[in-house]
């Protein structure tokens, strides 16, 4: 039998173990490439930058009550799963159409003739990453570098990972440098995309062939697996496949799963470019807020064509929030105040 003094000791560890457990915990692992965080010990995301996708990413993104609201697919396929789009991982930030490079299609499934059109977006360095009894940060550095080799901008990123109310929240923070003189041409692919999981598919959704602004064909299957109950919402009332190229300060996806039902929502800034932000939002599993494509989502408009000089920078700003609930447009209203007044 263990003695007295040692069982005291082990206790007297273990408390400890659940006391630094306890808050956003953000724990780093440079030759792993990732840094993970916890919610009160339990997984919420990690910070990942493979040599297997053209981008860093964060995933994947798990519920308060521990749902995967994210596609497995590519990084970590499931059976059921549909495997289109390989660019889509998890949430990522970055843009189709940058000096004619496409930042957004790249994969390692792009033919080698067409590699030279496409750009890439390289982790640098972590800044700094700080956990927290609330809240966590992590600020880390990348560079978009256009497939003729040429560095074009450096990205900061910051993500503040918070407890929120019932749900969890993402903040990010994204500031783009020009290395030169450059143009986001008006384009649907962009900009801060979510790929999500079976169930937040729209049970209505098809398949069907799916084009890029090059042209370049993705065949999405219809899914004959049963389970996808995705809602889509906007601030505007908008609802389900009619959300797609509209606009509004936030839109919600909602879904069940056995006897969970769960939310991702993405709140638009009134500082980010175009407020409020097109929704690029497909009933296959796509989630994205758009705010550099206008013309393409609403032939009315003139094309936006958003430039930024050499040495010039800009700064979005951009908050999902995952809640295993589904909020009121009243509740979703007042979150896309708080968030505002937060961030000037």
């Not at 980010?272 to 807020?289: C, D, E, K, Q």
């Not at 999902?320 to 609930?325: I, T």
Request: hydrophobic residues 35%.
């Amino acid at each position: 039998m263990r003695s007295p003094l040692l069982a005291a000791v082990a206790a007297m560890g273990l408390a400890l173990t659940q006391a630094n457990a306890q808050g956003v915990q953000l724990q780093t692992s440079e030759a792993a490439h990732r840094v993970d965080v916890t919610i009160d010990g339990k997984p919420f995301t990690s910070y990942v930058w493979p040599d297997t996708l053209k981008k860093p990413v964060l995933y994947p993104l798990i519920a308060p009550d521990g749902i995967e609201v994210t596609r497995g697919y590519p990084l970590a396929p499931r059976e059921g799963e549909r495997t289109d789009h390989p660019h889509h991982a998890g949430m990522w930030f970055n843009y189709g159409n940058v000096d004619n490079f496409d930042f957004w299609n790249n994969s390692d499934a792009i033919k080698p003739a067409d590699r030279g059109k496409m750009g890439t977006i390289h982790h640098q360095k972590i800044v700094s990453a700080k956990s927290g009894k609330s809240r966590g940060e992590l600020v880390v550095d990348s560079v978009w570098t256009a497939g003729d080799g040429q560095n074009v901008m450096e990205q900061r990123t910051r993500y503040v990972f918070a407890k929120h109310g019932a749900g969890r929240s993402i903040d990010t923070i994204v500031t783009l440098r020009a290395l030169r003189p450059l143009v986001f041409h008006d384009d649907k692919e962009g900009m801060l995309g979510i790929r999500v999981a079976h169930f937040l598919e729209s049970a209505n959704e098809k398949g069907g062939t799916f084009t890029d602004a090059s042209g370049r064909p993705t065949q999405v299957q219809a899914s004959n697996v049963p389970g996808a109950t995705g809602v889509y919402l906007t601030s505007e009332g908008k609802q389900g496949d009619a959300v797609w190229s509209t606009r509004g300060r936030w839109c919600i996806l909602t879904g069940t799963t056995g006897d969970h039902t769960e939310t991702i929502a993405i709140l638009d800034h009134p500082g980010n470019v175009n407020y409020p932000t097109y929704w690029h939002a497909r009933g296959y599993g796509l989630f994205a807020a758009n705010p550099l494509g206008q013309h393409i989502f609403d032939p009315k408009a003139e094309p936006l064509n958003y430039k930024l000089a050499q040495g010039q920078s800009v700064t979005f700003r951009y908050r999902v929030l995952l809640l295993s609930s589904k909020p009121s447009a009243e509740t979703m209203n007042h979150e896309a105040d708080a968030f505002a007044a937060e961030y000037h």
